[in-house]
């Protein structure tokens, strides 16, 4: 396990370099993409907008070896067996890449827009390089995270954590967490993004409830 994590850890370290010599381009496609004209105030911003550019791709196209590493550290406390890591592995991946291309293609750009609707001749935005960077990323990175709902459901329930009685009297109280997480964490605290977020998430909720049942996990 320590020399996988230290195998991931150096992976993790070359890819940050090696992307950040790709960060311009990919700098460039994520401001077409959202339509921003940006500014920086330091001296040191535009370097380390590119740095965080560099890390957050190189998290993000490593996240099967992350996902891997985690999943490993539960199997030997939970008793899992390695078909099962295995299958884990794979959903949490597929959750993962989903949710974050859900954010950048939805999400990030109606709340955005939202955003910057309140310019007016009397208000421009002059947007921090820096600040954008982290914005973008974050938000990418936390709906890739959000969008493992189902898996953890499965998981509480094969190791009798949770058993999936419970959620599927526990609707009314998912509702309300949904509804309280996609608040904190979408771009903007309008129904409309909140919605993009919450209806994702609680058909999510009921699809780990239907995985649960079809594969016969009380």
């Not at 990919?26 to 040191?44: M, N």
């Not at 990323?137 to 009798?160: D, R, Y």
């Amino acid at each position: 396990m320590r020399k996988t994590i230290l195998f991931l850890g150096l992976a993790i370290a070359g890819g940050t370099a090696g992307f950040y010599f790709l960060s311009p381009r990919i700098f460039v496609l994520i401001q077409t993409h959202l339509r921003q004209k940006l500014a920086f105030f330091t001296v040191a911003e535009p370097f380390l907008a590119h740095v965080k550019i560099a890390l957050s791709v190189s998290l993000f196209v490593l996240m099967p070896g992350i996902i891997f590493c985690f999943w490993k550290g539960l199997a030997k406390p939970f008793h899992l067996s390695r078909s099962n890591c295995i299958w884990f592995v794979f959903f949490t991946s597929l959750l993962f890449y989903a949710g974050s291309f859900f954010c950048y293609f939805i999400t990030l750009p109606f709340g955005v827009k939202f955003l910057l609707g309140f310019e007016s001749e009397q208000l421009q935005s002059l947007i921090s390089v820096g600040k954008f960077v982290s914005f973008v990323t974050i938000f990418v990175l936390a709906f890739g995270f959000i969008f493992e709902l189902p898996i953890f459901m499965v998981f509480a329930a094969k190791v009798g954590i949770c058993p999936r009685k419970s959620f599927e009297k526990g609707r009314r109280y998912a509702v309300l967490v949904i509804s309280i997480v996609a608040a904190m964490l979408t771009p903007t605290p309008d129904v409309v993004n909140m919605l993009l977020m919450g209806g994702p998430l609680y058909i999510l909720y009921e699809a780990g409830i239907m995985t649960l049942k079809l594969l016969r996990i009380n």
